[in-house]
């Protein structure tokens, strides 16, 4: 098949700076991948493409780029996948990290947050004389998170990130859950306090993003989820993060839906006096538009609350697992 | 077609002109819509982190409800509640184990889920059951001059798998077709799959309203006139919270974001009053000019 390639070019070398797409068109057999592809055209079309692969098995993780707007291995991708024949394949480097050359960035960013949440066991108590030992049941929710092959993807397209470079990111918080979750670990506690922190658990927007992307099924949103009920577990409720949530589930409890005056304000604060006077516009743009949903206990209770009450009463707290 | 009609919490709250426009377009689109009265909220993402199991009962209740009205296909019109649902019926449907415990929550209601719900989103049935032909032929204002920015959010889309991409992959583009199919230009831009940011708004509000800004002003430089989108969550953030967006930016913005409802009402004919398009917070008076209606 004639593989029609578009590629974002990028070099601040002398002369040849550049900054635009570049179109190469090379045949290539039906079974190749888009990596493949792209070594066809630095092979015999043209040498100076740059691009970062090595064990073309999506094994080593190098290979992460922006194909057709998401992230994906290269290596992974049919290049029949995303393109029917005669169709051209854009392929970007990944995003949210400064581009060195061409499809190659500058990993700095994503190794700089892995290195953050300290990812590796820190037992605590004294060294056993063997081995450390942990029941396999234990291990096995780590079989997801242990998975990550680093290549970056979750982070390229994570759209809190985007906006925040002070976001931890998804690999990194899945890689702590890896430490947190694990018997071995004796500094949950402390992970858990520094997870709650500015740029922790708190900033992710559950966009899926990274689940969707993760070429290797870790789905770290799943496990920032997993994470946020460790930190509200270990009683840290007095944030926005966990005040947001605690509001949520006390009015769908009470009224079996959701009260999002309250909402607002639980998160704020109640006592957030400042905050509170600073919305007072936001509260008048709405009550003009007539959009304001009565607050509190002027929030009615639907028809059957009390039955959605007693599923909160039973499996309120109820977690699938504990740190 | 009869539907079991979740409206969800916010287009009874937050963005009452959400359940206004859908009711007015409903019946022309030959769709009826039963409430499922008393069903819970979805939880939204957030009961889950209480939690998945008591999400997920929460849920099976409303599909327990929805068969019990002898209905199949649940209508929404949140894409927040819709994807929400759809991923609690993959795990209730994947382990018989896990359905059959929570049926056991649901027994003091006399309720029992059976696995036969069809989790829909409004523009999925207007696509896929009453047929973007059917649309065109209502079509009595043609949006000619109108260009669009399809905003999908986050949950119409993710997890893909959860969502019957596989069997229908056509549902990435549906926006585009039924603006299309309204006469109006769609407008690709670079937000058009991203996270609105109201999820964080509460928690991290500078995030938030980065993440409006930069929706809204990409759209704009794309040449958009408005934006649509099929999640009432993503209208509280781009169209409500503009104004603090703006203000955080600098620069004005002015994009009005309407509801899938109501763009496809204003090709219908119907009046932007009877759509509810008085109660945004961004004027939409633009739109309506270029949509030559009555205002």
Redesign the interface.
């Known amino acids: 098949m004639r593989a029609k390639l578009r590629v974002k070019r990028f070099s601040t070398e002398g002369e040849a700076s550049t900054n635009a797409f570049q179109e190469y068109e090379v045949d290539v057999p039906e079974h190749f991948t888009v990596l493949d592809s792209l070594i066809r055209v630095r092979e015999d079309v043209d040498p100076s493409l740059a691009l970062r692969c090595s064990c073309r098995a999506s094994i080593c993780g190098s290979c992460a780029m922006r194909v057709n ?1 998401r992230a994906r291995l290269a290596c992974k991708t049919r290049l029949t996948s995303v393109a029917k024949e005669g169709e051209i394949v854009t392929i970007e480097p990944m995003g949210n990290q400064r581009v060195v050359k061409d499809l190659v960035v500058d990993l700095q960013l994503f190794w700089g947050k892995v290195r953050a949440v300290e990812p590796f066991l820190l037992p605590d108590g004294p060294e056993p004389e063997e081995e450390y030992i942990a029941p396999n049941e234990a291990m096995l929710n780590l079989l997801t998170p242990m998975g990550c092959i680093m290549c970056g993807a979750c982070v390229s397209d994570c ?2 990130l ?3 470079k002070n ?1 931890l990111g998804p690999a990194a918080l899945a890689k702590s859950y890896r430490f947190v979750a694990d018997p071995r670990d004796g500094a949950q506690a402390t992970r858990l306090q520094n997870l709650n922190e ?1 740029g922790g658990v ?8 990274c ?2 992307v993760c070429p290797k099924g870790v789905a770290p949103m799943e496990r920032i ?1 997993e994470l ?2 460790g930190v ?1 577990d270990q009683g840290m409720t007095n944030t ?2 966990a005040r ?2 605690a509001s ?2 006390n009015s ?1 409890a009470r009224a ?3 009260d ?1 005056t309250m ?2 304000v639980d ?2 604060g109640k006592f957030n006096l400042p905050k509170l006077i600073a919305e007072i ?2 509260a008048i ?2 009550l003009r ?3 304001m ?1 009565l607050p509190g206990p002027l929030h009615h209770k ?4 009390d ?2 009450g ?3 009463k ?7 697992r504990k740190f | 077609m009869k539907y079991a009609f979740y409206p969800g ?2 287009s ?6 959400l359940y206004t426009s859908t009711l007015a377009i409903a019946g022309k689109l030959g769709i009826e819509l039963e409430e499922i ?5 979805t ?12 999400g997920d ?2 849920n099976a ?1 409303t599909f327990a409800m929805a068969e019990r009205m002898g209905l199949t296909t649940i209508l929404n019109i949140c894409s927040t509640c819709q994807g929400v649902m759809a991923q609690a019926n993959k795990r209730l449907l994947d382990d018989p184990d896990y359905l059959a415990e929570v049926n056991e ?1 649901l027994k ?2 006399g309720l029992e889920y059976t696995g036969r719900v069809i989790i829909k989103h409004l523009a999925w049935v207007i696509v896929e059951e009453v047929g973007l032909d059917t649309l065109k032929g209502l079509v009595k204002n043609p949006l000619a001059d109108l260009k669009v920015a399809p905003f999908y959010g ?2 119409i ?4 798998d959860a969502l019957g991409f596989g069997d229908n992959p056509g549902r990435e583009n549906y926006l585009e077709r039924i603006i299309e199919t309204c006469s109006a230009e769609p407008v690709n831009f670079p937000g058009r ?3 609105c ?1 109201f ?2 708004m ?3 509000e ?2 938030s309203m ?2 409006v800004g ?1 929706h809204t002003t990409s759209a704009k430089e794309h040449g958009a006139d408005c934006m649509v989108t099929p999640c009432p969550l993503c209208h509280l953030n781009l169209d ?2 503009q ?2 967006a703006q203000a955080q930016r600098g620069a004005k913005i002015g994009m009005p974001v309407l509801h899938l409802p109501q763009l496809v009402g204003l090709a219908m004919g119907l009046s932007p009053k009877d759509l509810g398009m ?4 961004v004027s939409t008076k633009g739109v309506e000019a270029k949509a030559s209606v009555r205002v």
């Open positions: 707007d759209t809190s985007e906006v925040d976001f500015s708190w900033d992710c927007t559950r966009c899926n993003m689940v969707e989820m946020r009920e509200m926005p993060g947001h949530v949520f589930a769908v079996g839906w959701l999002e909402l607002a998160s704020w516009p936001l743009r709405v538009r007539g959009k949903p639907l028809k059957g609350a039955a959605i007693r599923i909160f039973r499996l309120e707290g109820k977690h699938a | 919490c916010v009874r709250g937050g963005t009452p002109e009265v008393g069903a819970a909220c939880g939204a993402g957030v009961l889950q982190e209480k939690g998945q199991k008591l009962t929460l209740r929550e003091p209601e986050c949950y889309l993710r997890p893909s799959t991203k996270c940011g999820p964080i509460l928690i991290n500078r995030n980065a993440m930069n409500g919270q104004p603090k008085n109660q945004h917070v």
